[in-house]
């Protein structure tokens, strides 16, 4: 299992309702996350839907194989206690928020 961020871009000047600035979703590998993340109400390709600012972009983006850690990471870095707005839902059902 590894931990997946899904970071919020601010398109159109705010952000999507019910989400904090970054999601965080253990997974088993980078499909299955961007899965888990649809069936959280993450959406991608914004954009092209017309549902986010074409010049802001996308609001949220599908991670990838590299994008995955050990344990729950912002921009790279282990959570800590510190770091707010940001919520990890993990694989057993657990959800911790970071306000």
């Given at each position: 299992?590894?931990?997946?961020?899904?970071?919020?871009?601010?398109?159109?000047?705010?952000?999507?309702?019910?989400?904090p600035?970054?999601v965080?979703?253990e997974?088993?590998?980078?499909l299955?996350?961007?899965k888990l993340?649809e069936?959280k109400?993450?959406y991608?390709n914004?954009?092209?839907a017309?549902?986010?600012?074409?010049?802001c972009?996308d609001?949220?983006s599908?991670?990838?194989?590299?994008?995955?850690?050990?344990?729950?990471?912002?921009?790279?870095e282990p959570?800590?206690?510190?770091d707010?707005?940001?919520v990890?839902?993990y694989?057993?059902?657990e959800?911790?928020k970071y306000?």
């Amino acid at each position: 299992m590894k931990f997946f961020e899904f970071c919020q871009n601010n398109s159109g000047g705010y952000w999507e309702k019910g989400f904090p600035g970054s999601v965080i979703i253990e997974a088993q590998d980078h499909l299955h996350a961007n899965k888990l993340a649809e069936a959280k109400g993450i959406y991608f390709n914004g954009c092209e839907a017309e549902r986010d600012c074409s010049c802001c972009g996308d609001r949220w983006s599908e991670v990838w194989e590299r994008d995955g850690y050990d344990v729950p990471s912002h921009y790279r870095e282990p959570l800590d206690e510190d770091d707010k707005g940001i919520v990890v839902y993990y694989i057993n059902g657990e959800v911790k928020k970071y306000e």
